[in-house]
């Protein structure tokens, strides 16, 4: 029996009673998603699962994406036997070279890979190793974002377009190929609507993806830093967050369509191992 768990914040709940490393029945599927589009963000604790099953898992929600591009900074190896599909996200580093993604640092608020014009539904992250503090992923969500805006603001963003930038990772380091963007009006990446219709739910929520370097469509550069510094004030503000606080064996699944997440910072001389698969969406609209 799959029991639902509401976190009481704006999203997040608790999937009971499911061991993620068997097959899940049709059943036991669709009670998950329907709960997944109801709380946007799912927490399934006490699993223990191989990166087979976590793909397996993932892939019952759909296919799945290859991995982001590296930082340079990163200097990361490819150790991993199912790099294509799993991103290890930690600060562990071994022989000298990061085991994988995004070190020890605070991770802004952002949309996985937004940047691409198909970017993923969701993500799912699956601890392995946690710090004893510190590392907590907070979502937001960007359904009650869009419907608790001043009406003009919401009338004003209506047809608007931004840029999503795919220059830096969400802690700020510059990807293998990329160079610095400093005018945001040049920035590379997709153009996305600003108000998206979920396609499932069919609800309209703000899109925003990551603030550095977005830029704002047709807009004079200093209305779209105007215009977006309002915007990503009101989405993040806290009625609209609930945070993830990790043990090992946490499974958390969040919807890149409605929901921003971010990453606090942690000692970096604990360990923390993330395995992460992307699932692929479809192109906002
Ligand atoms: C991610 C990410 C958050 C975390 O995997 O997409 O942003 O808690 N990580 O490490
Ligand atoms: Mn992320």
């Known amino acids: 029996m799959v029991e639902v768990r509401p976190s009481g914040s704006a999203l997040g709940a608790d999937i009971v009673g499911v061991d993620l490393s068997r097959p899940l ?12 589009m109801d709380h946007l963000v799912l927490r399934f604790r006490e699993q223990r699962l191989t990166d087979d099953a976590l ?25 991993n036997p199912n790099a294509g ?7 562990v580093v071994e022989n000298g070279r990061a085991i994988g993604g995004l070190g020890n640092y605070e991770s802004k608020w952002h ?41 003009e603001t919401r009338a004003r963003i209506n047809g608007l377009s931004c840029v999503h930038d795919s220059s830096l990772n969400s802690v700020g380091q510059l990807r293998v190929g990329f160079e610095d963007v400093t005018d945001p009006r040049k920035t590379p ?32 550069l200093a209305d779209s830093e105007a215009l977006l510094d309002a915007l990503w004030a009101h989405a ?39 395995h992460r698969t992307q699932i692929s969406g479809d192109r906002p609209f």
């Not at 153009?191 to 925003?208: K, S």
């Not at 499974?251 to 191992?273: M, Q, S, Y």
């Open 25 to 36: 029945t049709s059943a036991e599927f669709g009670a998950i998603h329907g709960a997944w």
């Open 55 to 79: 793909m397996a898992f993932s892939r019952d929600f759909g296919g799945l994406d290859g991995n982001p591009r590296h930082a340079k900074a990163e200097g990361r190896t490819e150790a």
């Open 85 to 91: 599909f799993v991103n290890i996200i930690s600060n």
């Open 111 to 151: 949309t996985d890979m937004s940047y691409n014009q198909v970017p993923p539904m969701a993500s799912a992250l699956y601890a392995l190793e946690v710090p004893p503090s510190g590392g907590d992923t907070g979502f937001c969500n960007m359904y009650t974002a869009l419907e608790s805006l001043p009406a």
């Open 189 to 220: 990446g997709a153009v996305h609507p600003l108000v998206r219709t979920h396609p499932v739910t069919g609800r309209q929520c703000l899109f925003l993806g990551r603030r550095r370097n977005a830029f704002i469509q047709g807009l004079e």
């Open 236 to 274: 993040t503000r806290p009625e609209h967050c609930w945070t993830q606080q990790w043990h090992v064996g946490d499974l958390v699944l969040w919807d890149n369509r409605c929901a921003l997440h971010r990453r606090d910072e942690f000692d970096g001389t604990a360990r923390r191992v993330m």
